[in-house]
């Protein structure tokens, strides 16, 4: 089994197995973040001396985890310095644009994960809909005020 960032030695008595690659530096919307990752425990925060800082992990809203997330599903692909981490793609999603069935009930029209949700008839909802029409179909059911399945 081949993990990213996993190494593992064995030496006459004793065995040394230990996970992580880098350090890493991705850069997004202008500030950098240095990390050392692996598949098995995910991104480390480092500081700036390369040891894992005291809280190795950045809040949740962070764009660091979308950038981390899209260079990992793009290939974890790095500059010729094999520090600087190459991804493509927007550090905010998309918003999930969505259609009210009922009271309690919701369709997905359009979106990406994590972006924040949007009613259909709001700006926000109208603009991503604009944006998204021509590579979105819409069931002909759901075109028309029909039922969901």
């Not at 230990?18 to 990390?35: D, M, N």
């Not at 009930?105 to 603009?127: Q, R, T």
Request: proline residues 7%.
């Amino acid at each position: 089994m081949s993990e990213f960032g996993h190494i593992a030695r064995s030496f006459a008595g004793f065995h040394i197995d230990s996970w992580g690659a880098g350090p890493f530096l991705i850069t997004v919307e202008g500030k950098t973040y240095r990390f050392e990752d692996s598949d098995r425990f995910g991104p480390s925060k480092l500081r700036a001396d390369g040891e894992i800082a005291a809280n190795p992990w950045w809040p949740e809203r962070s764009l660091f985890w979308r950038a981390h997330r899209l260079w990992c599903e793009q290939g974890r692909r790095t500059e010729s310095d094999g520090i600087t981490c190459i991804w493509e793609g927007s550090a905010r999603p998309a918003p999930t644009v969505y259609r009210t069935v009922g009271r309690t009930k919701f369709v997905i029209l359009d979106g990406e994960d994590g972006g924040p949700a949007v009613s259909e008839h709001s700006p926000a909802g109208k603009a991503a809909l604009a944006a998204a029409l021509p590579t979105t179909p819409v069931a002909p059911n759901l075109a028309q005020g029909g039922e969901t399945l």
